[in-house]
């Protein structure tokens, strides 16, 4: 079979550059069923450079905006939209605007999480989509990462029972009142990429994969209790200004599934307790309980990652082995490349489509939408005596 | 000074024997400051048998109902209850009534957390105290609990900053879908003590002490994951029964403390993971964070817990050290001793009221109000794409 011919919005040595971390080890490794054929960077040169500076063909198409792309949709079974949040909506909306009327059928249009900065964007997005007639793709990668799958086969087997209650609790890093000025960005809310949006929208889109249903009702509760935030120059070694900040770095759930299990989660922004553990996910069933312990929370970016399980009956310990088949890729692009493998071999029922992504968007607006009615009821026992 | 005299309700072998295991032992220790003078037991011959049990003088006054006691309260400076809860009530309630009027002035009446089954005893016990004269104590001793105090020893120094949120998760042993047939009666709602009442009590009471704050607002979620429960007999090494329970074997509370802190709180009945951390408790802070981890989530009990504190501007981890001047008495006994050695100190400061207890069963009585009227808001978000 022919290679997928795949446009990358995105491929940059600068910035985070999140594309050349996580897409293209895999798009350029052995097993790849791809060959990127066009580029589209913030302007014509940077695109030219990224030809350059990534060793592509002199034939591979530079493009100067999404609308130059767009005139061109149809020499591409595949176009990936890896940028900053908030030019997701710029960068695909002419592209799918452009193969409007179905024009778009059979090509595969895969973006970033979030999809777009919030739920509005996303639902425009999608309606661009079907009207394109393009096939969707969300980057939600924790659901390939092989300890997510494990809990979810250990959960489906019922070896440990209906599940009664999960608790999940990590750090993510960002939101400790200091962030690299390149990540100054993140403190703007309405940006829309952040550790709810992003970091949020990961780890309880595994967890709830993992444990097979939906937020049936729950309370959130989330906060910014660091509202300033000190932006720090890695050149020059110093902080160069404070900014305020309305980003929530406290985000908490309880509720039940629709499963019937209760969730408590907890993710909080700033540094994880260095002797760990640094995540605990705790899946307690009837007959059993597996624990998930590693270095961090955001499993979908990948982890060395610790499973137990605990047989009630027995009282045993049993470490749980996960198998890794993507070792020669680096840690951030094996859960990336197994959703690239998932498309390229046809394998549909893995693939996340956009109603997915806008449906973790309507979650948290629904609880930036509580925040605004109040999410706790006030306490009155203290008056009560 | 002479040894306060001491009646003691529920010295007994039998039964949980909580009197035996956690009071008698500083009571009969050299530094003890009491000497038992009267006991009463559920019946006559009880209290006498228990006199022998426990090799106490002849003279040991034994009593065959509360109002025996109540006629003879003046020989005593202490009263202390120690009897399964559904027992407080009834036992304390004639020895209060017979010191009505302020006749009691002076005494000091003691009775084991819960105050009575729920909040209308609790209440009823306080007004009585109140009308006796007697000053009150009850026994939420994890607020002496060494690790508790370091706790709050170091939030108050202002070593870890402002605290910004707080994780406390652990599991209470109780509620795991099978209890031995003498703890049989914790199946039942209405006799009040169970996972909820006694050990979210005392747990939530040691929180929220050691954090300097009570619940502002906060939602709250209990459930029964496990309604029918077996007994097992351990003399016949079976099960002899199962039975139906409305007990609340999960309970979670999220939310903001009156100093502005978040916590995020989960008990759940049954086993630990055995590989632990069993409890993990988690202090936050602005500048640094400290973690309690150890084999139990109930320090009031007393427990080999590690705290270790980190240091966020140095990323340093600093074991801490927590002192624990009573070795020589078990485990169970220790908080309780430094109880009554707080009394007979005169350390006011250090005594826990009625008032307080009746609060805890406010908080008590109104998450199960709650419960009633429906504890979390129904999701929309699946159903909003």
Redesign the interface.
């Known amino acids: 079979m022919a290679p997928l011919r795949l446009a990358l919005i995105g491929l940059s040595k600068s910035g985070s550059a999140w594309a050349a971390t996580a897409h293209h080890p895999y798009l350029l490794s052995a097993p790849s069923k791809y060959t990127i054929t066009g580029l589209l960077n913030s302007s014509l040169a940077s695109s030219q450079k990224a030809v350059q500076d990534f060793s592509l063909p002199a034939s591979t198409a530079a493009y100067g905006s999404p609308d130059d792309l767009g005139r061109e949709f149809d020499r591409y079974d595949v176009i990936v939209c890896s940028v900053r949040v908030d030019k997701h909506y710029p960068s695909l909306m002419p592209v799918l605007r452009a193969m409007e009327g179905g024009k778009g059928r059979g090509k595969m249009v895969h973006c970033e999480w979030p999809l777009g900065r919030n ?1 509005q964007e996303a639902k425009e997005l ?1 309606v661009a989509a079907e009207e394109a007639g393009v096939r969707t793709m969300i980057s939600l990668q924790g659901r390939y990462e092989p300890a997510v799958l494990k809990v979810k086969e250990i959960v489906e087997s019922g070896r440990i029972g209906k599940v ?2 999960s ?1 999940f ?1 990590g750090a993510g890093g960002l939101g ?2 200091r962030e690299n000025s390149n990540m100054k960005w993140i403190t703007t809310r309405d940006l829309g990429g952040n550790l709810f949006t992003i970091f949020f929208g990961h780890t309880m889109d595994f967890v709830l994969h993992a444990l097979g249903g ?6 959130s ?1 989330i ?1 910014t ?2 509202p300033k935030v000190e932006i720090f120059d890695k050149s020059l070694g110093e902080v160069v200004e404070t900014v305020d900040t309305k980003v929530p770095d ?1 985000i ?1 759930v ?3 599934l629709t499963t019937g299990a ?1 969730l ?1 989660f ?1 993710l ?1 922004g ?2 994880s ?3 760990g ?1 640094k995540l ?1 996910w ?1 899946v ?1 069933g ?1 007959k059993g ?1 597996i ?1 998930i312990t590693g270095p961090q929370a955001v499993l979908n970016v990948g982890a060395p990652t610790t499973l ?1 399980l ?1 047989d ?1 009956a027995t ?1 045993e ?1 049993e470490n749980i082995t996960v198998e890794e088949p993507f070792e020669s890729l680096s840690m951030y692009a094996r859960n990336i490349g197994r959703m690239y493998e998932a498309l390229a071999n046809g394998d549909d029922s893995k693939i996340i489509d956009w ?1 997915e992504a ?2 973790h968007h ?2 948290i ?2 609880i930036y939408e ?1 925040e605004k009615a109040g ?8 008056s ?2």
Chains 1, 2 share one sequence.
């Open positions: 739920l999608l009664l209650s608790d609790i400790g009142g939906e937020l049936e009702s729950y309370n509760l906060d209790k660091r406290q908490l309880q509720g039940h209760i408590s907890h909080r700033g540094a307790f260095p002797s553990p605990l705790r307690y009837e309980e624990q137990e605990h009630h009282g310990i109603k806008t449906k309507a979650l607006d629904e509580r999410q706790s009821q006030k306490a009155k026992y203290v009560a005596v």
